[in-house]
């Protein structure tokens, strides 16, 4: 079945300590993105990568890196999360057929910054 | 980046058509108008996309005007669980950035 993974579903950390939220998809998808979802403010992209080792800024990439080694991950770094990062993250993958092209999206990541 | 403006809210009846609407007045010639929605805090689902026509399936139907610069999404029998946030983003041909903006929360009322 495809899908994309997102682990962990909750995360509580504090201030300062390094993280990684990490997102796969076994659909072989080479265009993967990261948002993040803020009360009134919708969802902002991160970070998104086209490929393998291409990587490029979204709206708000400030206090996050990504990486993106092998085609199946897209691993989103906080290396010192700050309270303002507390959010509800979503990792997507580009469907592509023929006819069609979409974003599948991962169930999400609650993290909490203390 | 083309942006798109959305009201933030709408209510629909039950059984009745929920028209949405999507301003993109700065979209350009080769980029698509995608539509999705949030149900609760899931992840967003895809809806249904175009480029120049109008378009439909089994979800839902799309308007786009002949300039481009506006399209409606239209849930022909809306039912309670059409409730969600609806987000309508404007779609680079190559992909890369893409810009959700706050979406409209539909309320469908019994």
């Known amino acids: 079945e495809a899908q994309v993974t997102q682990n962990p579903r909750y995360l509580i950390t504090v201030t300062g300590k390094k993280l990684t939220v990490t997102c796969s998809q076994n659909m072989n998808h080479e265009y993967m993105s990261w948002y993040r979802q803020d009360p009134g403010l919708g969802l902002r992209q991160i970070y998104y990568s086209m490929n393998v080792e291409v990587t490029d800024k979204g709206d708000v990439p400030e206090g996050y890196k990504v990486s993106r080694k092998e085609k199946r991950n897209f691993p989103l770094i906080l290396e010192s999360p700050s309270p303002n990062q507390t959010s509800l993250y979503f990792c997507?993958?580009?469907?592509?057929?023929?006819?069609?092209?979409?974003?599948?999206f991962g169930s999400g990541t609650q993290l909490s910054v203390l | 980046d083309a942006k798109t403006t959305q009201p933030p809210s709408m209510d629909c009846a039950e059984g009745r058509a929920a028209n949405l609407p999507c301003n993109h007045s700065t979209i350009s010639g080769n980029e698509y108008v995608y539509w999705y929605r949030q149900i609760h805090s899931q992840g967003p689902q895809y809806i249904i996309h175009?480029?120049?026509n109008n378009e439909t399936n089994e979800m839902a139907s799309l308007i786009i005007t002949e300039d481009r610069k506006s399209s409606t999404l239209i849930l022909p029998h809306a039912t309670l669980r059409d409730t969600a946030v609806y987000y309508c983003?404007?779609?680079?041909?190559?992909?890369?950035?893409?810009?959700f903006g706050q979406g409209t929360t539909l309320q469908v009322k019994p």
């Open positions: 997507a993958s580009r469907y592509r057929t023929a006819t069609n092209e979409k974003l599948f």
């Open positions: 983003i404007v779609r680079p041909l190559q992909w890369g950035k893409l810009i």
């Open positions: 175009g480029l120049k």
